[in-house]
Nanobody, 123 residues
C-alpha cells in the first residue's frame, strides 16, 4: 500500500520561496511518476507539475512554469516542489500524488494522494 505525506507548507511573503516535500512509503517508489497539484478555496484541483519515475522527464502547468520545479530522490523516496517568486494567488492546499502511468498530467491518472499541506502567501 502506498502512503504519501506532504510537509513544508506554511505562511510566506509574496516574492519568497518555499520548498514542499512529499514522503513516499510503500514499495517500488521508482516505478511511479509523481505529481504536484493544488486546490484553492472554491476552485478545482489544479495540476502543477509532474516528474517521471526516473526523474528524466518533467512537465509543468503554464501558470507555474519557470517558477516551480519538481525533483525527486529515489533513494530517499521523496519528491520535492520548489516554489519561487510566490504570489498571493499561489495560496492553496498543495498535494502530491503517485501514478503508475509513464506520463500523468491529469488528476484522474493518479492512484494515490497525500493529505495536502497548506501554503499561504501574503502580499
Amino acid at each position: 500500500q502506498v502512503h504519501l505525506v506532504e510537509s513544508g507548507g506554511g505562511l510566506v511573503q509574496a516574492g519568497e520561496s518555499l520548498r514542499l516535500s512529499c514522503a513516499f512509503s510503500g514499495h517500488a517508489f521508482n516505478s511511479y511518476a509523481m505529481g504536484w497539484f493544488r486546490q484553492a478555496p472554491g476552485k478545482e484541483r489544479e495540476f502543477l507539475g509532474f516528474i517521471s519515475w526516473s526523474g528524466g522527464s518533467t512537465n509543468y502547468a503554464d501558470s507555474v512554469k519557470g517558477r516551480f520545479t519538481v525533483s525527486r530522490d529515489n533513494a530517499k523516496k521523496t519528491v520535492d516542489l520548489l516554489m519561487s517568486s510566490l504570489k498571493s494567488e499561489d495560496t492553496a492546499v498543495y498535494y502530491c500524488a503517485a501514478s503508475d502511468r509513464l506520463v500523468a498530467t491529469e488528476s484522474y491518472e493518479y492512484q494515490y494522494w497525500g493529505q495536502g499541506t497548506q501554503v499561504t502567501v501574503s502580499s
